[in-house]
């Protein structure tokens, strides 16, 4: 259990006090303690043996223990017999590999504990433990605080990765648009984005009617005095998910005009191909007579014969040539 228990520590009024080694023996002593203490334990990556049972000693429900094992959960709110389960997807956003990267944090809510069930690297966990130690004040609320922070911490690392993606959008947007700049890869990092998009939207969509639920009111283990913090976090969270679809939709026009430019383009060079074709076509269509093997041709016996046609090969040439100038065709 040493290797998957990451921190385990008692509060009581917002304070952190002495813990008995082992998590059993601290839950014990928080219960002990009375009213105004709970026990805040995280787990990394729990095996299900592992999870079952630290789940047995907390009552937590099987369902609730077997989600959190499973991880790759829908952010959910489940209400069981003593003790309230939210699962939530944690992002972040790396902007040298231009790649967004998720994770998962499973949180289960009782009268006198918090437990913290952690997948993936991209967590807030670890310092906002260590924020919230600072703020008894915040504290003394006890798991409902908890749940808050953990809630708050999360929806804020999506706002910061709407902020990354917004930042290189704009940077795509400008390079789509640059003169002359009509890349072959331009839509396969159109369509780079809107995978990336695809993965923030399946973290923060599904999330916005568990936080409605929460910040209603009349979920157990939730102390009312925490709904209009998690009323916030919902707002927050509302607005992360129209930057979201605002960013979706913005890619999606300029992938439309970079399919628009690169139609453009291909037309401009079979003008140009149709025009030099033209110009080609003209010396051939006059050398072609001249070459027919006919006896009686004229031009054939006059000693102006040969300079006249080349004369006539050229003038025509360059009249087309300034034709197609003229109209942008060269």
């Not at 787990?43 to 429900?61: D, I, K, T």
């Not at 489940?78 to 939210?86: C, I």
């Not at 967004?100 to 009268?111: A, K």
């Not at 409605?212 to 976090?233: D, I, K, N, S, T």
Request: net charge negative.
């Amino acid at each position: 259990m040493a290797r998957v228990i990451v921190h385990c520590a008692i509060y009581r009024d917002g304070r952190r006090t002495e813990c008995p080694e082992g998590h059993a023996g601290a839950l014990a002593a928080a219960r002990a303690a009375g009213r105004g203490s709970f026990v805040w334990i995280g787990l990394f990556e729990p095996s299900a043996e592992e999870l079952e049972q630290v789940g047995r000693e907390f009552g937590l429900h099987p369902l609730a223990v077997e989600d959190a094992v499973r991880a790759h959960q829908r952010p959910k709110v489940e209400a069981y017999q003593g003790s309230l389960f939210v699962a939530l997807k944690t992002l972040g956003y790396h902007p040298g590999g231009h790649a967004v990267t998720g994770g998962e944090v499973m949180v289960f809510v009782g009268e006198d504990f918090v437990m913290t069930v952690r997948h993936g690297a991209d967590s807030p966990l670890g310092e906002l433990r260590t924020e919230l130690e600072q703020q008894p004040e915040v504290l003394k609320y006890g798991p409902s605080a908890v749940l808050h922070a953990v809630c708050d911490a999360v929806v804020d690392g999506y706002v910061d990765v709407a902020v990354g993606l917004q930042a290189d959008l704009d940077e795509l947007e400008a390079d789509v648009f640059a003169p002359g700049r009509v890349g072959r890869d331009t839509a396969g990092r159109i369509y780079g984005y809107k995978r990336q998009l695809v993965a923030v939207r399946r973290a923060t969509g599904p999330l916005l009617e568990p936080m409605l639920r929460l910040e209603g009111g009349g979920v157990p283990f939730v102390r009312p005095e925490a709904l209009p913090y998690l009323r916030a976090v919902a707002d927050h969270l509302a607005r992360a998910n129209d930057q979201v679809d605002a960013m979706d939709r913005l890619l999606s026009d300029i992938l439309s005009a970079n399919l628009a430019q690169v139609s453009v383009q291909q037309n401009n060079d079979m003008r140009k191909i149709s025009a030099w074709a033209a110009l080609a076509a003209v010396p051939t269509m006059i050398a072609g007579v001249y070459g027919m093997n006919f006896e009686h041709m004229p031009e054939l016996h006059q000693p102006w014969g040969y300079p006249a046609a080349v004369a006539l090969m050229v003038l025509v040439c360059v009249a087309l040539h300034r034709v197609f100038k003229r109209h942008d065709w060269l």
